[in-house]
């Protein structure tokens, strides 16, 4: 990666006995989209904020471009903030709520008739740009709000859940829009959300907050294929979580005791190793287990028996819940192509050993 622009180091911040920021360090990169994700209260907004000068650390330091900026109030950072309710300027149009900032600053007329053109245009607003903010849909308010950070040339934007406000529909096609603009632009973007579809779709990297800590850094695919606790691999989409026994962990392969079957999986991402007997987690998705046919027995593949329960038809695939003897429940997607099964059928459950992750406790 190229050299962080941004740099937290060991950042906490208390509010009187409370830690809601626990030391906390995080190097983000130069056109980076990295996203802060989280449950509600895991520290996600401290951290903006204390990015953007509205709350200082209690201890640790924030530096951009090779100075130390958490001491400087929020207009001396090159960064803006958009958040989820707008704030825009309900008796001024479109065009002047975009150039307010311009003109305060006394940037000449020709620039901000420029600069304010400009960015209208990237965010589709330029036949809207004499309309007042009420005039306008939620998506378009919130195209705005956007316009409104982009158009002071900010080093790093930070958004704060900025599509809380809208309905699924809108909200997932302003996700690939607002994608598509940070990449156009290039700037750096910090974005919160508690959203972890939304997470997965838009950024370079994930950093997911547990109680003001973060838990995992990784690229999406990193988070979703190898999440390095029972905590992430639970908190990005949907999962099983099979109690198990560690039978032996070598290097990067694990065989685990799964009802007294030997399952093969990935070993866990750093930490201590777990011992020869120890309690352990197998996380594997629904998606990566098939239902194989009798004989059938692919190399590399994990196989379990199982009784089928129920299967709930939604769309595009039949979630089909599953139980081992042992009493542990599963859940399979099934491509709607897969070979029908009742409730009650015994069946053969497989997946690829390198699909599975062992989780320390
Ligand atoms: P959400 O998704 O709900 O916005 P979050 O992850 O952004 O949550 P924060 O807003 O950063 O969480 O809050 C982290 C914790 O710090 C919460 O428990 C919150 O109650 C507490 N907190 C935040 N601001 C203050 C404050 N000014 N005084 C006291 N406690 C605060």
């Not at 809601?20 to 907004?45: M, Y």
């Not at 709000?145 to 704060?160: G, I, M, Q």
């Not at 029908?340 to 069946?347: F, H, L, M």
Request: aromatic share 6%; glycine share 10%; hydrophobic share 45%.
């Amino acid at each position: 990666m190229t050299a962080s622009l941004l740099e937290l180091r060991s950042v906490t911040k208390r509010f009187g006995d409370f830690v809601a920021v626990d030391n906390v360090s995080l190097a983000i990169a130069a056109g980076e989209f990295l996203t802060l994700l989280g449950a509600s209260g895991s520290g996600k907004t401290t951290t903006l904020r204390m990015i953007a000068g509205f709350d200082l650390p209690t201890a640790g330091e924030i530096w951009m471009e090779g100075q130390s900026i958490h001491l400087l109030p929020p207009y001396k950072r090159n960064v803006n903030t958009v958040f989820q309710n707008y704030a825009l300027f309900p008796h001024m149009s479109v065009w002047d709520n975009v150039a307010y900032g311009l003109k305060m600053r006394r940037v000449a007329r020709a620039e901000i008739d420029e600069r304010v053109g400009q960015v209208l245009e990237m965010v589709h607003l330029e036949q809207l740009a004499r309309r007042a903010p009420r005039q306008l849909s939620g998506g378009q308010q919130q195209r705005v709000a956007l316009a409104r950070a982009l158009v002071n040339r900010p080093k790093v934007l930070l958004l704060d859940e900025p599509l809380g406000a809208l309905d699924l529909k809108l909200r997932k096609e302003m996700q690939l829009e607002l994608k598509h603009l940070q990449t156009q632009v290039g700037i750096t973007f910090v974005y919160v959300t508690h959203d972890q579809e939304e997470a997965l779709t838009m950024s370079n990297r994930i950093a997911l907050m547990r109680a003001g800590r973060i838990e995992q850094v990784g690229t999406p695919q990193e988070i979703y294929d190898r999440p390095a606790t029972k905590y992430v691999a639970d908190f990005i989409g949907e999962t099983n979580l099979l109690s198990a026994r560690v039978r032996i962990i070598a290097g990067d392969r694990a065989t685990l005791d799964v009802e007294g079957q030997a399952i093969d999986a990935q070993a866990p991402a750093g930490g201590p190793v777990p011992p020869a007997g120890g309690q352990v987690w197998l996380s594997v998705r629904p998606e990566v287990m098939t239902i194989l046919r009798d004989g059938e027995s692919p190399p590399g593949h994990n196989v379990l028996v199982g009784t089928v329960e129920e299967g709930i038809y939604a769309g595009s695939l039949t979630r089909l819940r599953l139980r081992l003897a042992g009493g542990t429940a599963l859940v399979l997607h099934m491509a709607p192509t897969g070979s029908a099964v009742a409730p009650g059928q015994q069946v053969r459950i497989g997946w690829p050993a390198a699909r599975g992750v062992c989780l320390a406790e």
